[in-house]
């Protein structure tokens, strides 16, 4: 069974807990009051029990079965429909999982539809129950409670977010692993633009919400409090946009300083095979000379000259040296 969690509230206060979703209903025309209906991968039977019941709208009933949907609102009607994108992070995966919450709020219902383990609408449900004024508000205190969990727990994510970028900023300029650098980089990146799509709308859909506040009559405790999500969204909206600057900055960063080790190790190579052939011309011209006296001449010329040893060793001397200064000068050396 899908049902979760099931009340039906009088005043801000429990009246009954029915086991099943048509005990809910009977209830609900016997007691008056609200029902708060919290579903988790209900079947299809099931969802199409509470669009009878509550006369949901077709299309917000094919979204709640279909998931994988955008965080929004819309209004049919009387009912409002929300999708909200509910996330963790996972520190050691350094990445963000996304849940998915559906809501049908009415004048005198809520239905949640949970297709993951977060958010735990079981706190938000007994911190209203602690304080029946704000559930003696209606379904409306119900929706932006549970608004203000999903919000909440954005939190822990920027956070996350924050400490895994400070770590790659002390890893930019220190010795790491170009490779798992640049991946690194790049896959926080990428749980970074994940993350905005699910927390972007969210301005726009608290916004549309404000402004529909006096329309429908909303508390105006409910509207405070309205707001006070609505500046949550906004902070960790800017918080996640600078977190993609930094990490595009980042990954530029990166490949100009990989670009420019390669440089300077393809100039220590050149440095270094310059060095090697400057020495080896400079061996190579003694050699050369010394190398004639090694030949097999039946009359070699000035065999029998006194100086002929020490010009043969100047002459070596003379090419080394020369060379030398030569190599030197151009900076080989």
Do not use: C
């Given at each position: 069974m899908a049902l979760i969690d099931n009340g039906v509230y009088v005043h801000g206060r429990r009246v009954e807990t029915p086991k099943n979703l048509d005990e809910t209903y009977r209830s609900l025309d016997a007691h008056g009051g609200i029902a708060w209906i919290g579903l988790y991968r209900p079947s299809p039977l099931e969802v199409a029990s509470v669009a009878r019941e509550f006369d949901l709208h077709p299309l917000a009933v094919e979204d709640a079965l279909s998931g994988h949907q955008r965080s929004k609102v819309e209004r049919y009607g009387d009912t409002l429909f929300a999708v909200l994108r509910p996330a963790r992070y996972r520190d050691e995966?350094?990445?963000?999982?996304?849940?998915?919450?559906?809501?049908?709020?009415?004048?005198?219902?809520?239905?949640?539809?949970?297709?993951?383990?977060?958010?735990?609408?079981?706190?938000?449900?007994?911190?209203?129950?602690?304080?029946?004024?704000?559930?003696?508000?209606?379904?409306?205190?119900?929706?932006?409670?549970?608004?203000?969990?999903?919000?909440?727990?954005?939190?822990p994510i920027v956070t996350g977010l924050l400490n895994d970028i400070d770590e790659i900023e002390d890893q930019l300029f220190g010795d790491s692993d170009d490779d798992a650098?640049?991946?690194?980089?790049?896959?926080?990146?990428?749980?970074?633009?994940?993350?905005?799509?699910?927390?972007?709308?969210?301005?726009?859909?608290?916004?549309?919400?404000?402004?529909?506040?006096?329309?429908?009559?909303?508390?105006?405790?409910?509207?405070?409090?309205?707001?006070?999500?609505?500046?949550?969204?906004?902070?960790?909206?800017?918080?996640?946009?600078?977190?993609?600057?930094?990490?595009?900055?980042?990954l530029t960063v990166h490949s100009a300083l990989v670009a420019r080790r390669q440089t300077e190790a393809g100039l220590a190579q050149n440095d270094e095979i310059k060095k090697i052939s400057s020495w080896a011309a400079i061996i190579f011209a003694p050699t050369l000379v010394g190398t004639v006296y090694g030949m097999?001449?039946?009359?070699?010329?000035?065999?029998?000259?006194?100086?002929?040893?020490?010009?043969?060793?100047?002459?070596?001397?003379?090419?080394?040296?020369?060379?030398?200064?030569?190599?030197?000068?151009?900076?080989?050396?």
């Open positions: 995966q350094e990445s963000i999982e996304f849940g998915e919450l559906h809501l049908f709020v009415g004048p005198d219902f809520v239905v949640t539809i949970r297709h993951a383990e977060s958010p735990d609408l079981a706190a938000v449900r007994r911190r209203m129950e602690a304080h029946p004024e704000l559930l003696a508000m209606g379904p409306e205190a119900v929706f932006y409670a549970i608004l203000d969990e999903v919000v909440d727990g954005y939190e650098l640049s991946r690194r980089i790049y896959e926080l990146s990428r749980e970074v633009i994940n993350f905005q799509r699910a927390v972007h709308p969210l301005a726009g859909m608290l916004e549309w919400l404000r402004r529909g506040s006096e329309k429908y009559r909303i508390d105006e405790e409910l509207q405070r409090s309205l707001r006070d999500v609505l500046d949550h969204v906004i902070r960790v909206n800017e918080r996640v946009d600078s977190f993609r600057a930094i990490l595009e900055n980042a097999n001449f039946e009359v070699m010329p000035e065999l029998h000259w006194a100086h002929g040893y020490p010009m043969a060793i100047g002459a070596m001397a003379a090419f080394a040296v020369a060379l030398y200064g030569v190599f030197k000068y151009k900076k080989w050396l």
